[in-house]
């Protein structure tokens, strides 16, 4: 079967003030396959954003292409969604009004999914505050209510650019089994970015390690654990430890390598 998203031989070059060129990400190949859950991990400045905001359509290759049901990505498709590290919540409007964004941007039919909203509301544990402001929430309830506008519209595919990277480590271990639980449930596609290494391991099928500047593919780590999956001692949790201190050995490696 045809991986639903795929990267084919992108490199991404970007002009700097002084004049030099900076390449940001070289010969990348990765194939993402309908309804996968991947994360991409490395050092800061490896290009994982990047390489994001090209698969958003934000961006466009220097050199490949990035492809979604086997199109070419040239600009934003409507079934992409794209959730960033900060909730961007529009204070004017309600959290339920702020779930219905994209609703009212693609001119889709409101009645219908403004039920769905509410659903997706209650999924996160949301319900109820729906005519509240996002002031009025804490860091990790405005998450929540992002994820819900990414989701309301029922896209293909989901990109997440360390969603929960500004958030104290127990609303992100919280987050990270809440996510595990709507992907289950929903079953997205879903590509992922992080810096935590055990990030990736609780939510990941597929870990793809990401060299230093230029990015390029170190390894991709296949995560064979039942869901959910939690950093806390349980059934799995040595196996997790073993993913991780592999996802680790990998990242400093490379690094040292590079030094």
């Known amino acids: 079967m045809a991986p639903l998203i795929a990267v084919d031989g992108v490199s991404k070059v970007f ?13 990348l190949d990765v194939e993402v396959g309908e309804r996968q859950f991947v994360t991409l991990v490395g050092r800061s400045g490896c290009g994982k954003s990047t390489l994001l905001r090209m698969i958003a359509g934000l961006t466009a290759p220097s050199e490949g292409e990035v492809r979604i049901g086997g199109a070419p990505v040239r600009a934003p498709r409507p079934d992409v969604s794209l959730m960033f590290q900060r909730s961007a919540l529009l204070p004017w409007r309600t959290v339920l009004e702020n779930v219905m964004l994209p609703v009212d941007v693609l001119h889709l039919d409101r009645a219908r999914h403004l039920e769905v909203a509410r659903e997706l509301l209650a999924l996160v544990g949301l319900d109820g505050f729906e005519d509240r402001r996002p002031y009025e929430l804490s860091g990790g309830m405005q998450q929540r209510a992002a994820l819900c506008r990414a989701l309301v519209h029922d896209p293909a595919v989901l990109l997440m650019d360390e969603p929960f990277g500004a958030l104290d480590a127990l609303t992100r271990e919280e987050l990270s089994v809440e996510l595990q639980r709507i ?4 079953r997205k596609t879903i590509v992922f970015v992080t810096h935590s290494i055990d990030e990736a391991v609780v939510l990941a099928d597929r870990i793809v390690v990401m060299t230093p500047r230029p990015g390029r593919i170190a390894t991709v780590v296949d995560v064979d654990l039942p869901r959910p999956r939690s950093l806390g001692a349980g059934p799995h949790s040595e196996a997790m430890k073993r993913y991780a201190d592999e996802v680790h050995d990998l990242l400093f490696a490379r690094t040292e390598r590079a030094a």
């Open 15 to 27: 002009d700097s003030r002084s004049g030099d060129a900076v390449r940001a990400v070289e010969g």
């Open 183 to 186: 992907w289950t449930e929903r």
